[in-house]
């Protein structure tokens, strides 16, 4: 593409070095359906005849029918995805595929590809997105009567519901979609038409395009234009904060699904075995997960050191976005499909639950608060419960176990109806403010994530049912 310039041929080290088709290919629909929504603003320019836009949109399309039927043969030596194409359309149609390329660069090409690309992609995240979210509630809503100790530095703290631990990941993921729409508003703006730096003197209809490709706005200034990845840092962003949200909820999984705590079940379908021991039972796509958010946090480090130091407006090593891009999309991808998939299939174990929620202690919290309601300063409150801690530790027992007068040996604030508060059922349910655990909450949120989510049950939430989403 640039002979006239060259007396010599590129070397063959520097054609393997530089190529990016290897990876750049997947483009090519986007890459089409910009090339013929330029070719159409040509036309609109008087720069091509209707019958040549007519040969390149043919072409184009051709061509793209090859590679979805896995037919077209990619060359290195044409570098990238843009050149394999048109190349191959200027061999089959001749002079009107050498014209496709006028008052275009590779520069605002490449930008524009990157941008659909990516736009598709968030919506199909998005969507995956909503998928996991949906697969939470309807374990949450399986499980509704399963109560399991909430945890602070892995330590027991306060009862919860199980559906209410799981409501926490549908908020995490929300925050996701968000940021996924956020940085999809800022990628969805039009930099073709800006050239290689400083646009070009041919000057098409750069709205004629942005409507064809369904673009809201164009860019508005050239050298910005060819130089931005700002799209592309902020989707990487997103998503390594995906790959962070599932993480911990795969370590949740984790630990759950151990035979020390025995809180889940994994479905056989979603679990491996050993190579060695028989007995065993790995939580594999737990592991891999959390193991992959490190490859989305890497990708967007990568992303942001290649940008650092660029001075505009466009340097090759901005091709170096695409394989982190395409790597962070991919690996994202396939782990909330999996997600959603293994999280319809979990199986919750109330009586392992229900053994760990019989701890006394994690009522602690309500026994301190108890005596504030009956004039007792709160950190006062703090300290006489912990003593009755350490007394129960010291004996043995659980703050059920005490008797009225050991209580009131250590606060005569104590009476008898202290012994009310020590159910697990009546903790939570106590816990009414908004964001709180009681069931109402938890089943007006549940209620809340099905509506947001647009499902639908063939009836009300049912205790340990076995309704499932219809969209």
């Avoid at 969507?127 to 949450?140: F, M, N, R, T, Y």
């Avoid at 606060?411 to 903790?427: Q, T, Y």
């Amino acid at each position: 593409m640039w002979k006239g310039r060259f007396k010599t041929d590129t070397a063959q080290l520097l054609k393997d070095y530089s190529e990016s088709i290897s990876f750049d290919w997947r483009l090519y629909r986007h890459d089409i359906a910009g090339s013929i929504a330029h070719a159409t603003a040509l036309e609109a320019a008087s720069l091509i005849t209707q019958e040549e836009l007519e040969a390149i949109r043919g072409g184009l399309l051709g061509i793209r029918d090859e590679i979805d039927a896995g037919k077209f043969q990619w060359k290195p030596d044409l570098e990238d995805v843009h050149m394999n194409i048109e190349a191959e359309l200027t061999r089959r149609i001749g002079d009107p595929g050498a014209k496709l390329h006028t008052a275009r660069s590779r520069n605002d090409q490449v930008a524009l590809d990157l941008r659909l690309y990516l736009r598709d992609q968030a919506d199909e995240i998005a969507h995956l997105l909503a998928e996991v979210q949906k697969s939470l509630v309807e374990l949450g809503e399986r499980n509704i009567e399963v109560v399991i100790p909430g945890y602070t530095h892995l330590q027991r703290a306060q009862p919860v519901l199980f559906a209410h631990h799981l409501l926490a990941y549908v908020e995490m993921f929300a925050r996701d979609a968000d940021r996924v729409a956020d940085a999809r508003k800022r990628l969805n703006v039009l930099p073709l038409g800006s050239g290689a730096i400083a646009g070009s003197t041919i000057n098409l209809d750069r709205e004629l395009i942005a409507r064809q490709l369904d673009f809201p706005a164009i860019t508005q200034n050239s050298m910005d234009a060819v130089s931005d990845r700002d799209f592309a840092v902020e989707l990487l962003s997103a998503l390594a904060l995906v790959g962070i949200h599932l993480s911990r909820l795969s370590e949740d999984l984790i630990l759950w699904a151990s035979a020390e705590f025995k809180f889940v079940t994994i479905s056989d379908a979603y679990t491996t075995g050993s190579s060695l021991m028989p007995q065993k039972k790995n939580p594999d796509v737990c592991e891999l997960t959390r193991g992959k958010t490190g490859r989305l946090v890497g990708n967007l480090t990568a992303l942001l050191t290649t940008l650092k130091g660029l001075p505009m407006t466009y340097n090759r090593d901005m091709q170096e976005d695409k394989e982190p891009v395409f790597d962070s999309v991919d690996t994202v991808k396939a782990s909330l499909q999996i997600y959603a998939a293994m999280l319809r299939e979990i199986q919750v174990n109330p009586e392992p639950c229900a053994a760990a929620v019989a701890d006394w202690n994690l009522l602690a919290t309500d026994v301190a608060d108890y005596l504030v309601l009956h004039g007792i300063p709160f950190r006062k409150s703090h300290e006489i419960v912990g003593k009755t801690v350490a007394l129960c530790v010291e004996r043995g027992v659980g703050l059920a176990d005490l008797t009225l007068a050991e209580y009131k040996s250590l606060s005569p604030a104590f009476e008898s109806d202290v012994f009310e508060i020590l159910n697990v059922r009546r903790s939570i349910d106590a816990r009414t403010n908004p964001g709180a655990p009681a069931t109402t909450n938890v089943l007006g949120q549940l209620e809340r994530w099905k509506a947001v989510l647009g499902c639908q049950y063939a009836g009300n939430i049912v205790p340990h049912g076995t309704k499932s989403f219809e969209t």
